[in-house]
């Protein structure tokens, strides 16, 4: 909820689809103001957060770690490999120690979709719960720092065409800035591989493919092909070269968007396979820009929940 200072109070964080549009807007003003130190840097001493991760990630799990150290925070570290969880312990009941131990927030990134579901509805479990990406579910704290680095380049999304394509089915990323994006306004347009389209984009935009829409966006926003979410016979026959040249930002292509049109990308980009190798630091990418401001939405998105 909204506080009376323009902040945000949150419980906790795992789906786009628990926040209104002003929450959204608040975060993103409290992120740029952390972001141009134009606040008072909040701290908070002895108060321990624990980042578990089950998946694999550099972005997100140092971004989280940086601003909770910004924050002030203690950081309880987290090995899952060394971790009870590797003699059977349940998450539920590793999460449920953490709490017992005192930890205020667990930001968590789990292969199970809505693993969250069972923790934020137990009262045994007394931390907040961050949700750093659920398998093929949502990615909360990405889609509000790529919100950041939109609304910083354009200061609006309303009837902005942003683009997201590639790996639709198995992307966080998609299915949480869909909800969002079309509630701020913009319009949506879903292209890749009609295989890893399905009915759940279509309420939120038009499937199309790239070529066509390609020269009026704003945004182009691609997605990672996920490899370790597709199945053997899938990879086996998947042609990075043949990818790229269907359905990746090329350089050709690159050269017929607009001038002030921006290309995002989550990060880590396969080369030469979404986007160009020539791009990914190019004048319109905005992918170093996405992980730097990962940082400071991530303080905001930890600073409403410690404040509440």
Known sequence: MLRTDGTVSLSHLTSMEDLSVDEVMALITRAISFKNNTVQMPEWSQTFVSNL????STRTHHSFHIAERKLGLEVLEFDAQKSSISKGETLFDTVLTLCALGVKVAVIRS???KYY???VDSP????????AGDGSGQHPSQCLLDLMTIYEEFGHFDQLNIAISGDLSHSRVAKSNMVIL?????TLYFTGPKAWHTHEFDSYGQFVQLDDVLEFLDVAMFLRVQHERMGADENENFSK???HKRYGLTTKRSALMKPEAIIMHPAPVNRDVELADA???SPKSRIVAQMTNGVYMRM???????KQ
């Open 117 to 119: 579901q069972k923790l």
């Open 111 to 113: 292969k199970e979709e």
């Open 300 to 306: 905001a998105i930890l600073e409403a929940i410690l």
């Open 124 to 131: 045994h479990i007394t931390c907040a719960i961050v949700n």
């Open 182 to 186: 079309k509630k701020l306004g913009a």
């Open 279 to 281: 791009l990914v630091v």
């Open 53 to 56: 991760f089950f998946e694999n």
């Open 241 to 243: 070269s043949d990818y």
